[in-house]
């Protein structure tokens, strides 16, 4: 560990557009700074022996390698950094696999920014932690083990607190989860019988997520009838 600095993050994603949202992200979050992006293996090991990041962020689907393959590689050479996950494999094998490996967190695509807040967020406290251990010696108690294995946040501080009032974590995955299902985009009514909410809900979750720029509204003309907007997820 590198004292009280920002935590350096680097960024392993062949989709620039994504990574260039990842590093949007990052920016909204105090106390990290991106120091790099990587779009290939190549390029992922030198930026890790050069930059030797705090933390990856790090995909699994590459044109010439797997994330997870990675991943391996990086623990058998025993870089000191850990590894978020943010990928679209929903396999739940891929999934048991990043855990066993060591993987901090796992992330699906498409991100919902309060849930990538939320991993950093945990990821900065265990960091904190882990510095404060190291600054007072090497030896712990097996209270400071358990709360470093749990990666607990401070009592006082929970996801929900970073999203609005009547706006719950789960249900806003879920809607992001539906528009991702369609790339031509979906309306509030549509979303909201795929959810199994009613539709004055359905169009807080859409506004609240347009409002936080992942997702994009447009009007769509139809037949008869007033034209209407129609949500696109914008990753």
Do not use: C, W
């Amino acid at each position: 560990m590198k004292g009280n600095r920002e935590i350096e993050v680097l960024i392993v994603e062949d989709d620039l557009r994504v990574a260039e949202i990842q590093r949007r992200f990052l920016e909204q979050i105090e106390g990290f700074q991106t120091v790099g992006i990587a779009a290939s293996h190549v390029e992922a090991k030198t930026l890790i022996d050069i930059l030797q990041p705090d933390l990856l962020l790090l995909d699994i689907f590459f044109p010439d390698m797997n994330g997870l393959d990675f991943l391996k590689e990086i623990k058998q050479q025993s870089k000191q950094m850990n590894v978020i996950m943010i990928t679209a494999a929903k396999e739940i094998h891929k999934v048991q696999e990043a855990i066993s490996i060591g993987v901090f967190d796992y992330i699906i695509k498409p991100v919902v920014f309060e849930r990538f807040k939320q991993s950093l967020l945990r990821y900065k406290d265990y960091h904190r932690k882990l510095v404060q251990l190291e600054e007072d010696g090497l030896h712990v108690t097996q209270q400071q083990v358990d709360k470093l294995l749990r990666k607990e946040i401070e009592a006082g501080t929970s996801e929900k607190s970073y999203l609005p009032k009547g706006i719950d974590p789960l249900t806003l995955e879920k809607v992001l989860e539906v528009l991702g299902r369609e790339i031509r985009g979906l309306t509030a009514e549509i979303v909201a019988k795929e959810v199994g909410v009613s539709r004055t809900t359905a169009r807080r979750y859409l506004e609240h997520l347009v409002s936080e720029e992942k997702i994009e509204a447009d009007l769509a003309y139809g037949t008869v009838g007033r034209p209407e907007r129609v949500y696109i997820v914008s990753i």
